[in-house]
């Protein structure tokens, strides 16, 4: 957890890119938990929420703000900007919770913002 706050932190003051940091955040969960299919049962995150995390922050972007260049960059919406830093802060605060897994709720696509 504290890895990606403060990947998640360096985001927030500036030095380090949006999709960067969500990428590394994406890949750090699944990484650790042996597959998506098991980070979403481990951490009680609807496997579509990592789903489209890992697409946007791989897929996506511009020359200034891209993961990695791509022949067909498209820059994110405002509204998957702001689907990529909710959801990277409901991730933070999961992997912090000190309660039981069963008694957590969802995340689910649902509860994240409009994209």
Known sequence: MET???RYDGYREGPEPLLTM????????????????KAAAKYKIEEAVLRKLGQ????????????????????????EDAWI???I??????LGDQRSPATLPTITMAAQPRL
């Open 89 to 94: 802060k409901q991730i933070i605060w999961r």
């Open 4 to 6: 990606l706050w403060n």
């Open 56 to 79: 946007l922050t791989s897929i996506r972007g511009d020359p200034r703000t891209a993961r990695k260049m791509t022949t067909r960059m498209q820059p994110l919406s405002s509204n």
């Open 22 to 37: 969500g990428y590394f955040c994406f890949t750090v969960l699944v990484t650790f938990a042996g597959g998506r299919a």
């Open 85 to 87: 830093q909710e959801t």
